[in-house]
T-cell receptor, first 113, second 114 residues
Framework: QKEVEQNSGPLSVPEGAIASLNCTYSDRGSQSFFWYRQYSGKSPELIMS????GDKEDGRFTAQLNKASQYVSLLIRDSQPSDSATYLCAVTSSGAGSYQLTFGKGTKLSVIP | EADIYQTPRYLVIGTGKKITLECSQT?????MYWYQQDPGMELHLIHYSYGVNSTEKGDLSSESTVSRIRTEHFPLTLESARPSHTSQYLC?????????????FGPGTRLTVT
């Protein structure tokens, strides 16, 4: 059973701080990793993708991947109240012919003004 | 920007009615998916399709059925709605090639069965 684990939170950070969201996965053959943001009552929105070890930056967001440790993280710098949402980690399956993503249960982030 | 549409956005219907939730995408993606999500809970994959005339059941047992007659269209049907079907239904599509396995979600249909 392929698993993606995230801290459920809620994670509370003050406005302007760095929010750090973590995710571990069990499928060592996974190649593609994604972070989604989901506001309450809305559908998930893709915010970051990462495919190789190291850091990938996009604006205030940085995704970090360590395949040896089977660990992927998302850093949000200068957190804003509008960042308050649930963040989902998603990982591809290494199975042949599988085009599915395994989603974590999500971490709820609250940014306190 | 992803172009994936779902209708209706909200539906309140009585027990025993047949309903079809529509999902369409204009990106030419072969891979499409249906998820069920209760408020504050995780996503559950209920159906997926890797191309025309290809459909499979997902991890969560569902009484719904799907069809894929055209690449852009992936409707979900409930033959006889029950209160236990009350949930949010999310449709997604994906390029599903190379490393591009990212999924783009539609806005969802919130279904309430009374």
């Amino acid at each position: 059973q392929k698993e993606v684990e995230q801290n459920s939170g809620p994670l509370s950070v003050p406005e302007g701080a760095i929010a750090s969201l973590n995710c571990t996965y069990s499928d060592r053959g996974s190649q593609s990793f994604f972070w989604y943001r989901q506001y309450s009552g809305k559908s998930p929105e893709l915010i970051m993708s990462i495919y190789s070890n190291g850091d990938k930056e996009d604006g205030r967001f940085t995704a970090q991947l360590n395949k040896a440790s089977q660990y992927v993280s998302l850093l949000i710098r200068d957190s804003q109240p509008s960042d308050s949402a649930t963040y989902l980690c998603a990982v591809t399956s290494s199975g042949a012919g599988s085009y599915q993503l395994t989603f974590g249960k999500g971490t709820k982030l609250s940014v306190i003004p | 920007e992803a172009d994936i549409y779902q209708t209706p956005r909200y539906l309140v219907i009585g027990t025993g009615k047949k309903i079809t939730l529509e999902c369409s995408q204009t990106m030419g993606h072969d891979k499409m998916y249906w998820y069920q999500q209760d408020p504050g809970m995780e996503l559950h994959l209920i159906h997926y399709s890797y191309g025309v005339n290809s459909t499979e059941k997902g991890d969560l047992s569902s009484e719904s059925t799907v069809s894929r007659i055209r690449t852009e269209h992936f409707p979900l049907t409930l033959e006889s709605a029950r209160p236990s079907h009350t949930s949010q239904y999310l449709c997604a599509s994906s390029p599903g090639q190379g490393l591009s396995y990212e999924q783009y979600f539609g806005p969802g249909t919130r279904l309430t069965v009374t």
